[in-house]
C-alpha cells in the first residue's frame, strides 16, 4: 500500500508535468469533442454510463483524446489501468502485465484493462499474442493507433474488439480546451505561477495552428508563457506566440492512411477539373513532407488515364513538369508543378484508353496465346517465305490516305473492338478518322484492293513508262 511519501511524490509529480498533462479531463463532463461517441447518444458514452466495459481500438489522430477515453474507460468501470506503448514494449511485457492481470483479479478481485498505444508498431505475430487473453477475458483490451486498424491490426484481433473512430478535433475545440486551461487555476496555465493576461488573438492562432491536436495547442500554450516570461512581458500577445509556435505542422504521414487520403483527393480533384481542389491537395502534400517526384509520378499517370487523347499534349506536359523540377529542384520547382496540375485538372478527359488496355488485358486472359496471323509474320529466310509468312500482307503506304482494310487480330478474335474514343476533345478527331477508315473497309470487301505484289509491279510499269515518254519527248 502507498504511503504518506508516495502520495506526496505523485502529488510532486502531477505539479511538474506538462500542461497537457495537467489538464487531462478526469470525466465525460471535462471532455471537449468527439460528440459522435460521447454525446447524448453515442457508444462511448453509453458504454461508460453502464458501467461495464469491452475491448475496443481508438483509431484517430494525434491529441484526439485516446489516452484520456482509455483512462476514463477503466475509471468508469472501476478496473485497474495498465499501459504501456508498444513502440518500447514487447511480448515480455504482455506476459508480465498479463501475470499481474491475474494476481490482481485472483487477490483483490479487481479485473484489469489494458491500454497499448501505437499498437499499430507490434508487428503480426507479436499481435498474436493479446488473442488468448482477450478471448478469455483475463484482460480488456484498448488500443490507440493512429494508422488504420483495417491494414494495421490483425484480422483476428479486430474481431474481437469493436474500432471506435476519432477524428481530428476542430478550430473551436481547440479554443475551448485552451481557455479550460487558462481559466484553470487548480491545474491550468498559470497553477505554477505568475498569471499574465493572454490575448484572444493570440488563443486564436495557437489553436488554429494547431492542426487539430490538443497536445500540440496545449504546448504551444505553456511555451507562449514561457518566452513571455523570459522577455518580462505583462501578457501574451499574439506575436509572442507566434514566437513561440512557429507554424502549422500539417498532419500527414507518408506511409500511412494520410498519405493515401490526400493522394485520393489530389487525383479525384484533377479527375473533377478543379484545378483550385487539385493545386490545393497538391500543396498540402508538399508543406506535409512528400516527395514531390511521387506527386509527379502520379501526374503523368493522370495525363495517360484520366485525360489520354482527349488532349494528347497532357502527357507532354506532365513529363516536362517532372524533366523541368529535375532540373530546378526546390522551391522552383513547384512552379511547373503548378502549372501541370493546373494543366490537368483543365484538360478534358478521356479514360478510353484506359479502358482499352484493361479490356485488351481480359481478353488476353481469357483466349491465351492465340497465333499470330501469316500474312502479319515477319519472313527474315527464304524457309519462312516458303510457309507463306508475311504472304500477301498490304502495305498501307501503297495506297490511297496510307490505309487498306486488313486483319490484324487473330481469326478468333477479329471483331473484338477494345478502343472506343469518345466525342471529348482531340479524342473526337480519332473517332471520326476511324470511323471515316471503318467505311472505307467497307468499299474495300467489295472491290479488294491490289497486293502489294501488283502494287509494286504496277509502280515499276508506271516508272518505266515515264521514262519511255521523257525519251520520246527528248527524241522529238
Known sequence: MPDLFDHAAQRLSRSEAPLAERVRPRGLDEYVGQDHVIGKDGFLRRLFESGRIMSFILWGPPGSGKTTLARMAAQNADHVLESFSAVLSGVKDLREA??????????????TVLFVDEIHRWNKAQQDAFLPHVESGRIILIGATTQNPSFEVISPLLSRCRVVVLNSLSEKDIETILKKAIDDRERGLFSKGKELEISEEAVQYIARVADGDARRALNGLELSLAVALSK???????????????????????SGEEHYNQVSAFIKSMRG????????????????????????????????EDVGNADPNALTVATSAFNAFSFVGLPEGKIPMAQAVTYLAGAPKSNASYLALGKATELVKKTGALAVPLHLRNAPTSLMKNLDYGKEYKYPHDFSGHYVKEQYLPDEIKNEVLYSPTDIGEEKKIKSRLAAWRARSEEFMSSPPKTMAETYRERADHVKAGKQRAKTDGDE
Open 273 to 304: 477539373s478543379d484545378p483550385d481542389a487539385a493545386v490545393y491537395w497538391m500543396v498540402r502534400m508538399l508543406e506535409g513532407g512528400e516527395d514531390p517526384l511521387f506527386i509527379l509520378r502520379r501526374m503523368i499517370v493522370f495525363a495517360a
Open 98 to 111: 498479463i501475470a499481474r492481470a491475474d494476481e490482481r483479479l485472483k487477490y483483490e478481485g479487481h479485473r
Open 232 to 254: 518580462d512581458a505583462g501578457d501574451i500577445t499574439l506575436d509572442l506566440a507566434r514566437e513561440a509556435v512557429t507554424g502549422a505542422g500539417l498532419s500527414y504521414d507518408r
